[in-house]
């Protein structure tokens, strides 16, 4: 975006109306709508910004802001972070790290299966190995091997 226009966080959400309301005060309301899998809609009122004062400010033509699906689940976790931005860190040590190590070691970019049911079961499979890998790591073969014996 160009610099000295409205940033998206300028425009204010109606979810009852579900429309935005850009900072010259006018509604912007649903124009289109993503296809398959782009769970999208793009807000636009051209006729309002033909004649609107901040124009200048805000595009060369007309405004468009697009918003995703579930993008008011995404507000509150940013909202939830601005408050305990210690979280993230917190989650970057715990979570990031194993699925880094899938990611890289395991080379499981992308899962091959589609559809959720399958998808959980081969993540399942995926976080199963490794399990069994950080523990044959931290525990050794032989701790290993009696555990499994009883």
Request: proline share 2%; glycine share 6%.
């Given at each position: 975006?160009?610099s000295?226009?409205?940033r998206?966080?300028?425009?204010?959400?109606?979810?009852?109306?579900?429309?935005?309301?850009?900072?010259?005060?006018?509604?912007?309301?649903?124009?289109?709508?993503?296809r398959l899998?782009?769970?999208r809609?793009?807000?636009a009122?051209?006729?309002a910004?033909?004649?609107?004062?901040?124009?200048?400010?805000?595009?060369?033509?007309?405004?468009?802001?697009?918003r995703?699906?579930?993008?008011?689940?995404l507000?509150?976790?940013e909202?939830r972070?601005?408050?305990?931005?210690?979280?993230?860190?917190?989650?970057?040590e715990?979570?990031?790290?194993?699925?880094?190590?899938?990611?890289?070691?395991?080379?499981?970019?992308?899962?091959?299966?589609?559809?959720?049911?399958k998808?959980?079961?081969?993540?399942?499979?995926?976080?199963?190995a490794y399990?069994?890998?950080?523990?044959?790591?931290?525990?050794?073969?032989e701790?290993?091997?009696?555990?499994v014996r009883?």
């Amino acid at each position: 975006m160009l610099s000295g226009f409205f940033r998206k966080d300028e425009f204010r959400y109606d979810a009852t109306q579900d429309a935005y309301v850009c900072p010259g005060g006018h509604e912007l309301k649903p124009i289109r709508q993503g296809r398959l899998r782009d769970m999208r809609k793009d807000y636009a009122n051209v006729s309002a910004c033909r004649d609107c004062s901040l124009r200048e400010r805000c595009t060369n033509t007309y405004r468009a802001v697009s918003r995703l699906e579930n993008e008011d689940a995404l507000e509150r976790m940013e909202e939830r972070i601005a408050v305990r931005s210690d979280i993230l860190d917190l989650r970057r040590e715990i979570v990031e790290h194993p699925f880094g190590t899938i990611k890289q070691w395991m080379n499981q970019g992308a899962f091959l299966m589609r559809g959720l049911e399958k998808v959980r079961a081969e993540f399942s499979l995926t976080a199963l190995a490794y399990n069994l890998r950080r523990a044959l790591n931290i525990l050794g073969v032989e701790t290993m091997m009696a555990a499994v014996r009883g």
